[in-house]
């Protein structure tokens, strides 16, 4: 688990109601001492078939100083974006420069998977984009210019780099039954967890009966998924539900060894093996 960064938001993002342009106005503008700090989480697969980095974090250029600036923020992401998220990076957190730390350099890794087109989980792409194979689920892309999330998606973070788009499939696993087997073998399998956005996947880790689930934006902590409350960032309210509903089965599952997700104050990047 490497930590690529924080945003600071309104504590309506993860725990919020129906997000409405009113809301939506509300979370931008909020004042600093309203706002909580949650991380954003990348993760790292050792697998034998390669290394698989999901998601990349915010990029450095985003927080050169490593803080938060809105003007510096704001020439790499549309202003708004910029002022509801806050984001920063410490310095030596952004991807590269942690893989770098590991001596992995872009070109070793095998996969990025991106779990869906928001600008906190693709901004550090620019670090990592010489990486043999960058995973997008057609069904993100598709939507990610036609809907209400192009206003949170810029495509300047990722338009340019060569991505492999390939359709979910149909599969008795998720929320939707719409599963991506990476390796034909379900030990990664990306999975339509939709809410948040049309096309978001989680992934899905097996190895010897365990399983980890990377929950990516369907819930920002447990408390979403325990007590049924829906992130307030999000605008199929329905949809998320039915994606929390699964990651709670998931989590009741005695193989099940970790349920993570990208933004989970709680949670401290550690190694888990299974
Ligand atoms: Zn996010």
Redesign the pocket.
């Known amino acids: 688990m490497l930590r690529c960064g924080s ?1 600071r938001v309104d504590p309506t993002v993860p725990y919020g109601k129906r997000l409405d342009l009113t809301e939506a106005a509300r979370q931008l503008t909020a004042a600093d001492k309203k706002r909580i700090t949650l991380p ?1 989480f990348t993760y790292l697969i050792e697998h034998p078939k390669g290394l698989i980095l999901v998601d990349t974090g915010w990029c450095r250029d985003i927080s050169p100083d490593g803080v938060y600036d809105l003007k510096t923020a704001s020439s790499v992401l549309p202003s708004r974006i910029a002022a509801l998220f806050h984001p920063s990076v410490s310095k030596g957190m952004a991807i590269h420069e942690q893989l770098a730390c590991m001596g992995i350099g872009p070109q070793d890794l095998d996969y990025v998977l991106l779990t869906h087109l ?1 600008a ?2 693709v901004s550090g792409l620019r670090h990592v984009h010489k990486a043999k194979h960058i995973v997008l689920l057609e069904y993100e892309y598709y939507w990610s210019c036609r809907t209400v999330y192009k206003t949170r998606q810029p495509r300047n973070l990722w338009i340019q780099y060569p991505m492999e788009r390939p359709f979910y499939r149909g599969s008795s696993l998720g929320p939707n039954h719409w599963v991506i087997d990476l390796f034909g073998d379900e030990s990664i399998q990306m999975v339509n967890v939709p809410g948040h956005t049309e096309g978001q996947a989680a992934i899905v880790i097996r190895n010897s009966g365990n399983v980890v689930l990377l929950a ?2 369907a819930a920002f902590s447990p408390r979403n998924w325990k007590e049924m409350i829906v992130p307030g960032f999000g605008f199929a309210r329905e949809w998320q539900m039915k994606s929390l509903r699964w990651i709670a089965e998931m989590a009741a599952d005695p193989s099940c060894a970790a349920v993570l997700c ?2 989970d104050p709680d949670v401290t990047p550690d190694i888990i093996d299974i």
Do not use: G, L, R
Request: net charge negative; proline share 0%; aromatic share 0%.
């Open positions: 945003i954003v928001d906190d989980h990516a934006d990208s933004h």
